[in-house]
């Protein structure tokens, strides 16, 4: 597969490989798909908005596992904006904080977290600008409802996101926001660390994955957002709890720059090094040497074939 390093190339990529398949399965009340090339149609169209009425660098998303958050996140990601994902779990006074710190001009959010945006709209004392785009419908000044703006997205020609060039931004300015502290990443990060899961579980290609409950830390939106435009798999943002999928990717434990995930009947140990990342199989079930203490073994997935990537003018083993 050849080696795609941005937002962009990645979305395009999908949209060219996998045009007519499902990209996304929705149950509100009733079930909706939509496909890759309405997906991509979406992510650009939201793009174009904000690069052109909103025109913000520093975008807040306040975590939350829906269509609306993946496009947000991708679009402004494309347009190389700096955006942090904040858990939904925080409070008021600390997404106050996050916002003052990191002087965001954008917040995009639900319903589900509307009081607490209004609320520290309402305490800006210094009268900054900040605009508020919520996800859900029946919203009066200042917000901003998304629906309007994505449809606003779908008929600008002047100023396009698809006349922006496909850079390779290798600045870390993905944030990520949750209880365990702040995390910095680039694009880079999140891509790479797809291709080394993907090819290295063996991932069945062009099926459903389920999203996650909240997508606030690095591997879910790795796992979840990433991955499934790498193969083409279809994510299911389905709200029975008996819903199943033999090719869903669960995430049993992350912490700081590992992540432990199950696949197909299998444990993986998924760890980040520096500029290196590492996958390894959890074999529970191979013989223990008596001397040896009861702990799990270890096998390391790697290819023979090395294969290489350019970062900063040195070469990144995958």
Do not use: C, W
Not at 103 to 125: A, G
Not at 246 to 258: A, R
Not at 287 to 303: A, W
Request: charged letters at 30%.
């Amino acid at each position: 597969m050849k080696q795609i390093l941005t937002v962009k190339g990645l979305v395009d990529f999908a949209y060219n490989k996998y045009k007519s398949k499902k990209a996304i399965t929705l149950d509100r009340g009733y079930r909706k798909s939509i496909n890759y090339f309405n997906y991509r149609f979406d992510i650009y169209s939201l793009a174009r908005a904000i690069n052109s009425k909103i025109n913000s660098k520093k975008v807040a998303i306040i975590s939350e596992s829906r269509y609306e958050f993946f496009v947000t996140y991708l679009a402004n990601v494309m347009l190389e904006n700096t955006v942090i994902i904040i858990d939904n779990g925080l409070s008021q006074n600390a997404i106050s904080k996050i916002i003052k710190k990191y002087d965001i001009n954008t917040v995009f959010f639900s319903n589900t977290n509307k009081d607490k945006i209004l609320e520290i709209f309402k305490n800006n004392t210094k009268k900054k600008k900040l605009n508020l785009v919520n996800f859900d419908s029946n919203n009066k000044f200042p917000i901003i409802e998304y629906e309007k703006l994505i449809n606003l997205g779908r008929y600008i020609e002047d100023n396009s996101v698809d006349n922006i060039p496909d850079i390779e931004g290798k600045d870390k300015n993905i944030i990520i926001v949750n209880l365990k502290g702040i995390k910095e990443y680039s694009q880079q990060d999140f891509i790479i660390s797809a291709y080394i899961i993907g090819k290295n579980i063996k991932l069945k290609k062009k099926k459903e994955i389920l999203s996650d409950i909240n997508i606030n830390t690095f591997y879910k939106t790795v796992i979840k957002i990433i991955l499934p435009l790498l193969y083409g798999l279809n994510i299911q943002f389905i709200t029975d709890d008996n819903q199943k999928s033999e090719n869903n990717i669960e995430i049993l434990e992350e912490e700081k720059n590992k992540a432990t995930i199950h696949y197909r009947k299998n444990k993986y140990i998924v760890q980040n090094h520096n500029v290196d990342t590492y996958l390894l199989r959890v074999e529970d079930n191979l013989l223990k040497k008596e001397n040896k203490k009861e702990s799990p073994n270890f096998v390391l997935i790697r290819s023979n074939k090395r294969e290489k990537i350019k970062n900063d003018g040195k070469s990144l083993t995958i």
